[in-house]
């Protein structure tokens, strides 16, 4: 099947630092990736859903200039937490889509997460 | 209220039937997904059912969509230890398709 990875799977910054976070797609192309966050007990967020060369689309109340996503290849997403606080702490987990699929199938292939501390 | 409700716990003993439960609001969907996230990891893609579809068996996978009550099940028959994991159901939205995800059914399967 589909594989989706990310790099790193844990990190721990010092406050006011920034962080990137890669998300690829190791056997397909894809031409869509979200970005979600997830918090203790609670569902995955939405942050962000970005195609190729283009901008990403942010979810309300997400910080654009603070989680800078970009993708630049069909096979790579990045996603940098700027100025980064411990509020920011999380675990952020990334999926790819090859092509929207017939008849409204939308598969998407998830990454196995990155576990961000931030002290 | 949420667009997508589950219950949060469910505790079974190790053979039996578990059933999670998911209801949602929006009724546009083509599909609707289960998901399972083991400790520490991603989402993995269990199963999924078209919405003209009333049942969808998928060896020890059933899952059951009423459409009336906006309601949808998924039973895993002999549950193992294995099982033992979070469950998500999940809606797409939108002309991309984003995914609307409940905040999950955490299974704990004793032996």
């Known amino acids: 099947g589909a594989v989706v990875s990310q790099h790193p799977s844990r990190v721990i910054c010092k406050s006011g630092t920034s962080v990137k976070i890669e998300c690829r797609s190791l056997d397909f192309q894809a031409t869509t990736m979200f970005w979600y966050r997830q918090f203790p007990k609670k569902s995955l967020m939405l942050m962000a859903t970005s195609n190729e060369g283009s901008k990403a689309t942010y979810e309300q109340g997400v910080e654009k200039d603070k989680f800078l996503i970009n993708h630049a290849s069909l096979t790579l997403s990045t996603l940098t937490v700027t100025s980064a606080h411990p509020e920011d702490s999380s675990f952020y987990i990334c999926s790819a889509r090859a092509v929207a699929g017939g008849g409204g199938f939308y598969e998407q292939y998830f990454g196995p997460g990155t576990r961000l501390t931030v002290t | 209220g949420e667009d997508v409700e589950q219950s949060l716990f469910l505790s079974v003993r190790e053979g039996d039937s578990s059933v999670i439960n998911c209801t949602y609001t929006d009724s546009s969907s083509t599909y609707l997904y289960w998901y399972k996230q083991e400790p520490g990891a991603g989402l993995q893609l269990l199963t999924y059912i078209f919405s003209n579809m009333d049942m969808k068996q998928d060896q020890r996978l059933t899952v059951l969509l009423n459409k009336k009550d906006k309601h949808l099940s998924l039973r895993i028959a002999d549950t193992q230890t294995g099982d033992s994991a979070i469950y998500f159901c999940?809606?797409?939205?939108?002309?991309?398709?984003?995914?609307?995800f409940g905040k999950g059914t955490k299974l704990s399967v004793k032996p």
């Open positions: 999940a809606g797409a939205r939108g002309s991309q398709g984003n995914l609307i």
